[in-house]
């Protein structure tokens, strides 16, 4: 699909659904009145705005300042000392609702359990205590990689409680994907678990790390959570279980005190070279902008059971399934498992039996859903919803619409959120009591948020007309760098036109001021809505011996938004066969994790390069697509290979 093409798709788009009356009455932002009356404040002056926010949490120290803009680095209220674990859990049992729901958890073979806001606190503090006992300290950086148990959130907030960083992979990455994150966030102690359980099978979590580990000196101890119970090559000395190092740790903690700007996570995502970045967030502005964005496009209250479906491994989970909602005294829900274990309705299993009450997803789950068939959500009584939300790539309109007929019963908002990792939080969305949603579209710009549509020479454009997303102004969970890289952040956010933030995706306002996004415009593919870069996936199938040269595109696909497309050169002298062909794939697969799989292979003679031997990926867009060249081959410095390339090797 190329941008035109995109534009007018959604050009013809004119649905209109209000905020439901009885939603309106009692949220947060009750009306679009109430929106423009804040906004208008939020942008006149965004410092005492945001600091008037940041004032309603516990700090050991105030802050003096509320920004301190040097382009490109951000610091947000500067001198104040807080630590987020506290604000998340230590706030609330102070303030009386310790007996209060915090995690509601399901397992994926169906057991289930419930922490307290004080029990999650004597967790959290018992596990930072075990992590002190084997000498973790305040800024060093510890490695997670967990199942969606509730120990993986208090392995997130006990390292806050310290002011250890923590990195968390996201639990389907594999080895190597492990040894480059670790190697490159210097880190010592990582945290896993036997197993994890996905389609009814044991997602083999330690020995992954066992395998990093032997190729990767840096780590010194492994915390071994018994989930699954499996047979593991335990190596006493390196490794420590979790119940054993917590076994005799006190269930209190003193909690560290943490700068706003100290750092409070690491995590690695995909830009457009070969090498995952360590995006950086720190402490205060983080959580007063997660915090207060779900509160208000959650339209969060005390009594919800909220339930973000994300994995904990990406930046959705780290905002919206444990900061931002434990920070608001919110009970939020965790499941550990495949959305089709043991069948396709297991997602509204859990809704109707633990009452949940807001859901958030990915576009990519609904196409799946609806793929499926309604009967599966028919099984189940719905009732309990009161808002929708989605996030992490565009949803195509009929599958809102699917959404919004078939899990909220037409009488659900649904909010379709805009971010990114390196936003910390979101930045456009509807406010579900106050603004009209347009299916398709992420509709306005948050409080404080000052975002445009530019073109490549920095001029604003007029609705309708496509062109880079851009932020203007710094808001609070703004990344603060790119982990030992100033360079690459310099360049990648802050360069392409100068003085604003480049979001790297394309987008439109329409007449009423609401955005379209349209997809990336630089080498990231959306697949399922996990962010994946070209040149990644290239250079894990250049890694296999008999590959000479490899060039990979996303291509439209139904389900999963996009796919890859990979193109393989050989070494002179092998022969392409469906063999190597899948060897190739599986390779990618241990290389990367299941989510870098390509769904298309094909081998050809050459790469076809731009004369200053730029990988021409439009064309291979192209063929990847419709199996032909139709496009400009101007700038192409080897004609011959098109012919090649666009012929579709045998199975
Ligand atoms: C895409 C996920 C359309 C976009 C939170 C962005 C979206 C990238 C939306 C960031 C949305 C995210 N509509 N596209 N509502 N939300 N995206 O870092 O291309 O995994 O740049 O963060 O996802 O992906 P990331």
Redesign the pocket.
Known sequence: MTHAETIESRLQETRKFEPPADFARQAHVPSRAAYDETRRRSLDDPESFWADIARGFHWFAPFSKTLEWNLPYAKWFVGGKTNIAYNCLDRHVAAGRGDHPAIIWEGEPGETRKLTYRELLGEVCRFANALRSIGVKKGDRVTIYMPMTPELAIAMLACARIGAPHSVIFGGFSVQAIVDRVEDAESHVVITADGGWRRGKIVPLYQNVDEAAARCPLIKKVVVLRRTGNDIPFKPGRDAWWHELTANAADACPVEPCDAEDMLFLLY?SGSTGKPKGILHTTAGYMVHTNYTARMIFDLKPDDVYWCSADAG???GHSYVIYGILSNGVTTLLYEGAPNFPDWDRFWAIIAKHQVTKFYTAPTAIRSFMREGREHADKHNLSSLKLLG??????NPEAWIWYHEVIGGRRCPIV???????TGGILISPLPGAIATKPGS?TLPFFGIDAVIMDRAGNVQPPNSGGFLCIRKPWPGILRGIWRDPERFQKQYWSEIPGVYF???SARQDEDGCFW?M??VDDVI?VAGH?LGTMEVESAIVSHPAVAEAAVVGVPHEIKGNAIAAFVTLVTGTQPTPALRDAIIAHVVTQLGAVARPDQLRFSQAVPKTRSGKIMRRLLREIATTGEVKGDTTTLEDFSVVASLAQKDEE
């Open positions: 995502t990406w930046i959705t989605t996030v992490g790539e565009p949803i379709d959120t805009w971010w990114q990792t390196e992420a979001t790297g995706d996004i997809g990336r959306k962010r």
